[in-house]
C-alpha cells in the first residue's frame, strides 16, 4: 500500500481514543505503520487459539467479538463499528486469542503490527501514556458492566441496552442479530422475545421487522 492510500484510511485509526490527540506529525509517523484489511460477511479476522500480535481498528462496516462455552453456547462479548477495536490484549504480549472477531457484514479493518508499533513507541513516549490509559479506562468499563450484568435484572438489561442503542433516537435498526443482542445480554432469544413483547403490549416500544424499535415511552425505559 503507497503512502496516498495509508493516508486515506488513516481516519479510522485515528478514531481510536489512544491515537486521536496526536499532532500531525505523530499521525504521519503511525500512518507509515498502517495496513488494510478487505472483509467479507463472514470472514474471520482472527479465530481463537490463534497467536497473534496485531491490533484491529473497524474502518467500515462491523465486526462480532464472541466466546463459545463447552456446550458450544456462542457468547457475544461486544459488536465493534467504525473507530472501535479489538486484539489490544496481545498487542504487546502476542497472546493465544481466546475469543473470535468474525465480520457481520462487508467490512474494512485497519491493522496494525504490535512489533511495529512497539519499536515505534520507543521514540514516541506520549503515545505509551495515552495507550496506558486507554487500557485502563476500558479494563473499569468492563468491570463495570460485568458488575452491572450481575445486579441487574433481564427486563432491567434490555431497557438499558436499548436506551444505548438508540443514542437518543426514536425509531433505530438493531446492528446486530436478535440472537446476537440476547447473547450480549446474558439471556436466551426466546427471554428477549417475550420481554420486547412485554414493552410493546405497555405501550412503551413497538416493534417493526426483525430488527426495527420505535421507542414510544422514553420515561418509562428509564424507569425500569
Known amino acids: 500500500m503507497n503512502n496516498k492510500d495509508k493516508s486515506h484510511y488513516a481516519n479510522c485509526l485515528f478514531k481510536v481514543p489512544i491515537f486521536r490527540h496526536l499532532n500531525e506529525k505523530e499521525k504521519a509517523g503511525i500512518t507509515e505503520l498502517i495496513n488494510v484489511r478487505k472483509l467479507k460477511k463472514g470472514n474471520a479476522i482472527y479465530n481463537a487459539g490463534e497467536k497473534s500480535s496485531f491490533l484491529y481498528i473497524v474502518h467500515q462496516g462491523s465486526v462480532k467479538v464472541s466466546r463459545y462455552n463447552e456446550d458450544g453456547m456462542e457468547q ?78 433481564v427486563e432491567k438489561r434490555i431497557a438499558t441496552s436499548i436506551i444505548e442503542l438508540s443514542n437518543g433516537r426514536k425509531y433505530f435498526i438493531l446492528p446486530i442479530s436478535k440472537l446476537d443482542w440476547a447473547s450480549m445480554l446474558g439471556t436466551t432469544s426466546e427471554t428477549l422475545s417475550r420481554r420486547l413483547r412485554d414493552f410493546k403490549d405497555k405501550g412503551i416500544i413497538e416493534l417493526s421487522g426483525q430488527r426495527g424499535i420505535k421507542i414510544i415511552n422514553f420515561n418509562k425505559l428509564e424507569e425500569i
Open 76 to 153: 457475544v462479548v461486544r459488536v465493534l463499528n467504525s473507530g472501535d477495536f479489538a486484539g489490544e490484549k496481545s498487542l504487546f504480549t502476542s497472546t493465544i486469542a481466546d475469543d473470535y472477531a468474525i465480520s457481520l457484514e462487508d467490512s474494512m479493518v485497519c491493522v496494525l503490527d504490535g512489533n511495529q508499533l512497539k519499536q515505534h513507541m520507543m521514540d514516541k513516549p506520549e503515545i505509551s501514556i495515552q495507550i496506558i490509559s486507554e487500557l485502563t479506562n476500558r479494563l473499569s468499563d468492563t468491570e463495570n458492566k460485568l458488575e452491572k450484568h450481575n445486579l441487574t435484572s
